[in-house]
């Protein structure tokens, strides 16, 4: 069995910083992609930011200038710098990995959330 594990979350003030991870663990051969979702109250997930192994980046235009995605693959772990936020950033984030495990087959897993609180 295969978990993600998000941390970091809370409130913060307008402007402010956060540093989100999510480490994954169990039976994982290797992990493709990683990436972060959030969702707001009273609205659809909606995507936040991606990473490939080896690969580039990429980002929602909400976030581009303001977020920073990266990866430790030692750790099988993800993270989300988050600067300059604001309170539409406000929201329940979860991380998402496909990961190739013991099965073995290649499987897409969630995160329970974390929720970030941007308000002064």
């Known amino acids: 069995q295969v978990q993600l594990v998000e941390s970091g979350g809370g409130l913060v003030q307008p402007g402010g910083s956060l540093r989100l991870s999510c480490a994954a663990s169990?039976?994982?051969?290797?992990?493709?992609?990683m990436g972060w979702y959030r969702q707001a109250p009273g609205k659809q997930r909606e995507y936040v930011a991606i990473?490939?192994?080896?690969?580039?980046?990429n980002y929602a235009d909400s976030v581009k200038g303001r977020f920073t995605i990266s990866r430790d693959n030692a750790k099988n772990t993800v993270y989300l710098q988050m600067n300059t936020l604001k309170p539409e950033d406000t929201a329940v984030y979860y991380c998402?990995?496909?990961?190739?495990?013991?099965?073995?087959?290649?499987?897409?897993?969630w995160g329970k959330g974390t929720l970030v609180t941007v308000s002064s």
């Open positions: 998402s990995a496909t990961i190739f495990t013991s099965g073995p087959r290649w499987v897409d897993y």
């Open positions: 169990g039976s994982i051969v290797s992990i493709s992609t």
């Open positions: 990473i490939v192994s080896g690969g580039v980046p």
